[in-house]
């Protein structure tokens, strides 16, 4: 009698695997049938194709993905209703002492359940694999569905049949999670690149809806924040749209690459939260993007790559979009270093030298501003020197003081619209200790060489045109006139809003020297 109960079990154990077997092939011709509408094959057919190997490739590849995931859907349960039917059988036979006679290589025999246990999760996997480039398309919402109804699946086989671990299914899961970063980071890069080369570099709205997102990422709930889908627009036009982005109190001024980096960002920190398994490999994608916008704003802007010119505007806009990324910096690393395991949180040393490069960056950015200023008093002010003598008291004010007072004004009401206080201070403290320094020099360059022309031209009949010669004042009058436009120098530009004065110590001693 025991005898013929084990034959019974074992016949139940294939049986049991031909209805696993017949339901995925089934199902799958059902569902491809649904999909090709009246250009499927007929009712009669449908055996014949859902036996083929090639009929069920074909009409899973054919599936949208949400055709896709209700097939699924559709297969787990009538797989795990089997599965259970087979558990209560398991649980009979079990209680008699009855096992199938199955074994592998002589080892422990394996039950019926485990085995159709077995059988349904490669088939699963199979049906995944086929997927495979599909799924690594998919956005985030979609391959989180996948991954979520396809891990409950699994959880509820194993404790159907204990001691199963579909590792093959975890493992393609996985690797599909693995396919899509891959894909996405692909994509992330390219349109990254397209979007700052064609950048404007003018100013955009922050939307209500993008400053929630930013507060939930500097409030640790990064995760919560549902991705704003990406475009290659100019920023954001809703009824909640503000002017400046928002962080901690902080406000910045930023370009619409900037808001897409950021957006970016969010979205691999959605993928590390719930591909946990994958946050050391979202950590590399983070540092890569954060690389890329540094290193290509620094060859767009101050390398000029794509514009024909740069400006205040542009230098001031690159340097509030670097601030705004570089205060996330600290909230993106604890966000990532919420899903690593403690022996990988080295890996965010990367992110600190990446802070480090931001903040070099925005120094050249400073320095740029200086340059600008050189730029136009080296070269446009500095030939006006020659043209103008302050012992001429009848004469006008000085052109070269009176340019840089308009040029440093210009810059400034440039500035002020775009930098906060602190950073303006900043800027107009290095301009100012360079005009404090340059401006005397200048002076000097110029008296020395016609002082030396003089010298050199005394005795000699020089022909043609002679240059313009340009000598320290003299007279009384001149050494006050002189006195009081430098006076007016420094008066004017340290009284320009925002700045907290200026002294031009270098310049005031030297004019007291000629005075």
Request: proline fraction near 3%; aromatic fraction near 6%.
């Given at each position: 009698?025991t005898g013929?109960?084990?034959?019974?079990a074992e016949?139940y154990s294939?049986?049991?695997q031909?209805?696993?077997?017949?339901?995925?092939?089934?199902?799958?011709?059902?569902?491809?049938?649904?999909?090709?509408?009246?250009g499927?094959?007929?009712?009669?057919?449908?055996?014949?194709?859902?036996?083929t190997?090639?009929s069920?490739?074909?009409?899973v590849?054919?599936?949208?993905?949400?055709q896709?995931?209700?097939?699924?859907?559709?297969?787990f349960?009538?797989?795990?209703g089997c599965?259970?039917?087979?558990?209560?059988?398991?649980?009979?036979?079990s209680?008699n002492?009855?096992?199938?006679?199955?074994?592998?290589?002589?080892?422990?025999?394996?039950?019926?359940?485990t085995s159709?246990?077995?059988?349904?999760?490669?088939s699963?996997?199979e049906l995944?694999r086929?997927?495979?480039?599909?799924?690594?398309?998919?956005?985030l919402?979609?391959?989180?569905?996948?991954?979520?109804a396809c891990l409950?699946?699994?959880?509820?086989?194993?404790?159907?049949?204990?001691?199963?671990?579909?590792?093959?299914l975890?493992?393609?899961?996985l690797?599909?999670?693995?396919?899509?970063?891959?894909?996405?980071?692909?994509n992330?890069?390219?349109?990254?690149?397209?979007?700052l080369?064609?950048?404007k570099?003018a100013?955009?709205?922050v939307?209500?809806?993008?400053q929630?997102?930013?507060?939930n990422?500097?409030?640790?709930k990064?995760?919560?924040?549902?991705?704003?889908a990406?475009?290659?627009?100019?920023?954001?036009?809703?009824?909640?749209?503000i002017?400046?982005?928002n962080?901690?109190?902080?406000k910045?001024?930023?370009?619409?690459?900037?808001?897409l980096?950021?957006?970016m960002?969010?979205?691999?920190?959605?993928?590390?939260?719930?591909?946990?398994?994958?946050?050391?490999?979202?950590?590399?994608?983070?540092?890569?993007?954060?690389?890329?916008?540094?290193?290509?704003?620094t060859?767009?802007?101050?390398?000029?790559?794509?514009?024909?010119?740069?400006?205040?505007?542009?230098?001031?806009?690159?340097?509030?979009?670097?601030?705004?990324?570089?205060s996330?910096?600290?909230?993106i690393?604890a966000?990532?270093?919420?899903?690593?395991p403690?022996?990988q949180?080295?890996?965010?040393?990367?992110?600190?030298?990446?802070?480090?490069?931001?903040?070099?960056?925005?120094?050249?950015?400073?320095?740029?501003?200086?340059n600008?200023v050189?730029t136009?008093?080296?070269t446009?002010?500095?030939?006006?020197?020659?043209?103008?003598?302050?012992?001429?008291?009848?004469k006008?004010?000085?052109?070269?003081?009176?340019?840089?007072?308009k040029?440093?004004s210009?810059?400034?009401?440039?500035?002020?619209?775009?930098?906060?206080?602190?950073?303006l201070q900043d800027?107009?403290?290095?301009?100012?200790?360079?005009?404090?320094?340059?401006?005397?020099?200048?002076?000097k360059?110029?008296?020395?060489?016609s002082?030396d022309?003089k010298?050199?031209?005394?005795?000699?009949?020089m022909?043609?045109n002679q240059?313009?010669l340009?000598?320290?004042?003299?007279?009384k009058e001149?050494?006050?006139?002189?006195?009081?436009?430098?006076a007016?120098?420094?008066?004017?530009?340290?009284?320009?809003?925002?700045?907290?004065?200026t002294?031009?110590?270098?310049?005031?001693?030297?004019i007291?020297?000629?005075?």
């Amino acid at each position: 009698e025991t005898g013929n109960l084990k034959a019974v079990a074992e016949l139940y154990s294939l049986h049991l695997q031909e209805t696993i077997k017949l339901t995925v092939k089934t199902t799958v011709a059902e569902c491809a049938v649904d999909v090709n509408g009246s250009g499927g094959p007929s009712s009669e057919a449908r055996p014949a194709a859902a036996t083929t190997k090639s009929s069920i490739t074909s009409g899973v590849t054919a599936m949208s993905f949400p055709q896709f995931l209700s097939c699924l859907e559709m297969l787990f349960e009538q797989i795990l209703g089997c599965l259970s039917l087979s558990s209560n059988v398991y649980a009979f036979l079990s209680t008699n002492g009855i096992e199938g006679s199955e074994s592998r290589g002589g080892k422990t025999p394996v039950n019926a359940l485990t085995s159709a246990s077995e059988l349904a999760h490669r088939s699963i996997s199979e049906l995944l694999r086929i997927r495979k480039d599909a799924h690594s398309l998919l956005n985030l919402a979609e391959i989180k569905q996948l991954w979520d109804a396809c891990l409950a699946f699994t959880l509820e086989l194993e404790t159907h049949a204990q001691g199963v671990r579909a590792w093959g299914l975890r493992s393609t899961l996985l690797a599909q999670a693995k396919g899509f970063v891959e894909r996405n980071h692909e994509n992330h890069m390219s349109n990254l690149v397209a979007t700052l080369d064609s950048e404007k570099w003018a100013q955009c709205n922050v939307s209500g809806s993008r400053q929630g997102y930013l507060d939930n990422l500097c409030s640790g709930k990064a995760v919560l924040s549902k991705t704003v889908a990406q475009g290659s627009g100019g920023g954001d036009e809703d009824e909640g749209t503000i002017n400046e982005a928002n962080i901690e109190g902080v406000k910045f001024k930023v370009v619409w690459s900037c808001l897409l980096l950021v957006e970016m960002l969010m979205s691999n920190l959605a993928a590390a939260a719930h591909f946990q398994s994958l946050a050391s490999d979202v950590v590399g994608k983070v540092s890569e993007l954060l690389r890329l916008f540094n290193s290509r704003t620094t060859q767009l802007v101050l390398g000029a790559a794509k514009l024909k010119s740069i400006n205040a505007k542009h230098l001031a806009l690159v340097s509030q979009c670097l601030g705004l990324v570089s205060s996330l910096l600290p909230h993106i690393r604890a966000a990532l270093m919420a899903q690593l395991p403690r022996k990988q949180h080295a890996l965010l040393g990367d992110l600190d030298k990446i802070k480090q490069d931001f903040n070099e960056h925005a120094e050249k950015i400073l320095a740029k501003f200086v340059n600008i200023v050189a730029t136009i008093v080296e070269t446009s002010l500095a030939p006006t020197i020659m043209t103008f003598s302050f012992d001429d008291v009848k004469k006008g004010s000085s052109p070269f003081l009176e340019g840089i007072i308009k040029n440093v004004s210009k810059l400034h009401a440039v500035l002020m619209g775009l930098l906060p206080q602190e950073q303006l201070q900043d800027v107009f403290s290095r301009v100012f200790n360079y005009l404090d320094t340059k401006i005397p020099e200048l002076f000097k360059v110029a008296n020395d060489w016609s002082v030396d022309y003089k010298a050199k031209a005394k005795g000699k009949m020089m022909k043609g045109n002679q240059p313009a010669l340009f000598f320290y004042p003299k007279t009384k009058e001149g050494k006050e006139k002189i006195a009081n436009e430098v006076a007016q120098v420094v008066k004017e530009l340290g009284e320009l809003e925002m700045l907290g004065g200026t002294s031009f110590p270098s310049l005031r001693e030297k004019i007291k020297e000629l005075v």
